[in-house]
């Protein structure tokens, strides 16, 4: 379990793969898998996206 004022990042979902999401910490350190059906569910009401970020991902 986290505190509610941590930030935890969930890589996205791999739909052509069905690949499990990796879970990073605060510090982008890796912490765990989560498979897509604990990610779907997670999507909602519990992850608040950041658009902002996502942009800057593309550009590695």
């Known amino acids: 379990m986290y505190d509610i004022a941590e930030t935890v990042y969930i890589q996205e979902?791999?739909?052509a793969h069905g690949?499990?999401?990796?879970v990073f910490g605060q510090e982008k350190e890796y912490l765990?898998?989560?498979s897509s059906e604990v990610y779907d569910a997670l999507c909602q009401g519990f992850i608040i996206?950041?658009?902002s970020d996502s942009s800057n991902q593309n550009k590695s």
Request: aromatic share 0%; no cysteine; charged share 55%.
């Open 32 to 34: 765990t898998d989560i």
């Open 19 to 22: 690949d499990p999401q990796k």
């Open 49 to 51: 996206r950041d658009d």
């Open 13 to 15: 979902q791999d739909l």
